[in-house]
């Protein structure tokens, strides 16, 4: 796990030194050492800028920027894969002298360009240039486990793993893309391509950039889609033939993140994610894995007492730790800075603690992310498909008018009828799916998914916003034929996971210089998940069905029944007691005249119903602290 970070600059400003201070504002990500390349040509520089995380091949012949003939190459992630495919290139007369998993992609470029990410089994962001046909190409794993931005303005072009790179270039210009703001707001992160500045992305998971210094021209290309997987036939096989298989990729996704030149652990949470990626390590591993739990005082956020259980049962050596509220509440300053945008995911909290603890005593730590969005795990599922039944039962003249009438009923009389102070946001909501014509399940997933409609964000912002384009519209690329299930884990797949998930992970841990792995995200896994008939991942309201029969062949049953627990803080509870002061520093009236972006009266609502108890806007005051805390790290 690294960092990575360059340019390719058109008006010849850039320098040496401006390279390495892009480079080493990312020591975080890798402290055991750094790197650069600078070229200077006529019409243009190129910079390549590398910090290390020594994982495979400690030595420094494994340091990058990596040269192999006209082949200059930066890499962050792992190629879990990569002694098989260097025995391949081996037997086709390659030859090498070092022990890392860089040095093979190198020697893969050569022989098969572009299709040489067919052959690989890993988690990466890598950036290789060709300095003697000036060609850059940047891919980024399947799944986004791993992160890119990249910026094209004015004749410069930017690329790093994190955002914090582009501030350090004097010619970057950071302005607000207004759309990302309305995207934070609805959701509580922002999606692929998107990023919060104007010019500025993120690439897409499954696709590389060209970039051709001649012509000056980039082109953006899909190499894999999860979409391809879920639009094929589904298998006929039977449930145990399933379940077999399953195992089996299972096994070796876990044994291919356990390779390593440094101490591995796991993070354990007790839930069925966790519990089978420990469960099949200690199956096969003959000596005891190391696994890290959280604890909190607060009955409802602790779930290190079922972890415990797991962990004893197992036979893993184990390590808890029970947080103080002092601890976590230290987190939150931080955030702001290792997101690099606004992200409204409180659970970064939590993650970034365990990785804390891991970090004492090793390098490496896998966390058992994507099986709710690969066996459907949560509750929004049965949830969405019940409702797109019940709306289906009402024809569309009569759910039109309804909709529309029900849009205008005064908050006053509906908390009157209701007695719910959330009514006029439930209203909305309810509102607007019921003007739907087609109520598929990706709509309610939507409807479901957004914290705040588009109406009712007209009326926070000062500007005028148009909804951006996302993963959600595009539900149009899946067959009609496929199920409404795995609609819905597809979209999922396709935003909540990378955009949400994957960069809490990667930033939390990365914060502590801990690399986290990634096995349930083994290509190999959805490829094969999305291809099973959909009563396989929920039979009736049984949810992550597959997934729960393997587990219980190693986990009593009883020792993991129990309710779905969100690995979560009581952030709230604390910004209504002790970390009410927030809200003087940064939701003040000044605070927001800084920007303007805000209705003064908007935001005033929202505070008062926060303050008053109401759960209802808890998500919405946290999105305005986050934003509010982000803007004040990177633009004042």
């Not at 390349?37 to 243009?44: A, K, L, N, T, V």
């Not at 012949?61 to 192999?68: I, N």
């Not at 036979?315 to 939150?332: F, M, V």
């Amino acid at each position: 796990m690294c960092g990575l970070t360059g340019f390719i600059d058109f008006n010849n400003t850039s320098s040496k030194d401006i390279l390495q201070q892009c480079t080493d504002v990312m020591h975080h990500r890798g402290p055991d050492g750094n790197g650069y390349e600078f070229f200077q040509y006529e019409q243009f520089q190129v910079g390549l800028g590398h910090r290390r995380l020594s994982i495979i091949d400690l030595s420094t012949a494994a340091s990058q920027p990596m040269w192999y003939k006209n082949f200059c190459i930066v890499f962050n992630g792992e190629m879990y894969n990569y002694a098989e495919v260097k025995t391949i290139l081996e037997k086709m007369g390659h030859q090498f002298i070092t022990h890392s998993d860089t040095e093979v992609m190198l020697h893969a470029w050569e022989e098969w360009g572009e299709k040489m990410i067919d052959y690989f089994i890993g988690m990466f962001v890598f950036i290789l240039f060709d300095k003697d046909k000036k060609e850059m190409y940047c891919f980024r794993d399947r799944a986004g486990v791993k992160p890119l931005y990249y910026y094209w303005h004015n004749g410069l072009f930017l690329f790093a793993s994190e955002l914090k790179c582009f501030h350090k270039h004097p010619d970057f210009k950071k302005e607000i893309n207004h759309q990302a703001v309305h995207q934070f707001f609805q959701y509580g992160y922002i999606m692929a391509p998107l990023a919060i500045f104007n010019h500025t992305h993120k690439l897409l998971p499954g696709h590389y950039l060209k970039f051709t210094c001649a012509t000056k021209e980039f082109s953006i290309n899909k190499y894999w889609d999860v979409y391809d997987s879920y639009n094929k036939p589904k298998l006929d096989i039977t449930e145990q033939e399933a379940k077999k298989h399953t195992e089996e990729l299972l096994i070796s996704a876990c044994k291919y993140r356990m390779v390593a030149d440094v101490p591995v652990g796991v993070f354990l949470s007790g839930g069925y994610d966790s519990t089978a990626v420990t469960a099949l390590l200690q199956a096969h591993q003959p000596e005891k894995i190391k696994t890290y739990t959280i604890g909190f005082f607060e009955d409802d956020h602790n779930e290190a007492v079922y972890a415990k259980k797991v962990a004893t049962y197992l036979k893993t050596d184990h390590t808890e730790h029970y947080c103080t509220t002092k601890e976590a509440q230290e987190i939150i300053p931080n955030i702001p800075y290792y997101c690099d945008e606004p992200f409204g995911d409180s659970s970064i909290i939590p993650t970034t603690l365990v990785s804390q603890l891991a970090r004492k005593q090793v390098t490496v730590a896998l966390s058992a992310d994507a099986g709710d969005e690969i066996f459907a795990g949560y509750h929004k599922y049965p949830l969405a498909l019940d409702l797109v039944k019940k709306m289906n039962a009402f024809p569309y003249f009569i759910k039109r008018p309804a909709g529309k009438l029900l849009k205008y009923i005064p908050d006053a009389l509906l908390l009157k009828v209701t007695g719910h102070s959330a009514a006029s946001i439930k209203k909305q909501r309810f509102s607007n799916i019921l003007q739907q014509k087609s109520s598929t399940p990706v709509i309610m997933d939507i409807l479901l998914s957004q914290v705040y409609t588009n109406d009712q964000l007209q009326d926070l912002f000062t500007h005028t916003t148009t909804k951006p384009w996302s993963f959600f519209d595009s539900e149009n690329e899946l067959k009609k034929s496929l199920g409404d299930l795995d609609k819905l884990l597809a979209i999922d797949y396709k935003t909540y996971l990378p955009d949400d998930i994957l960069v809490k992970v990667d930033r939390a841990s990365m914060s502590t210089s801990l690399e986290g792995r990634e096995p349930l995200l083994d290509h190999r896994i959805i490829e094969f998940a999305a291809q099973l008939p959909e009563h396989f991942k929920m039979k009736g309201i049984n949810k992550k069905y597959l997934l729960k029969e393997i587990v219980h062949d190693y986990v009593p049953k009883e020792m993991m029944e129990r309710p779905k627990m969100g690995f979560g803080v009581p952030v709230f509870d604390w910004l209504r007691n002790d970390l009410r002061y927030y809200a003087d520093e940064y939701l003040s009236d000044a605070a927001f005249e800084i920007h303007g972006l805000f209705k003064k009266e908007a935001v005033q609502h929202i505070m008062i119903n926060f303050y008053k108890g109401d759960r209802n806007y808890n998500s919405l005051f946290w999105y305005l602290l986050m934003f509010q805390m982000w803007h004040k790290r990177w633009m004042e």
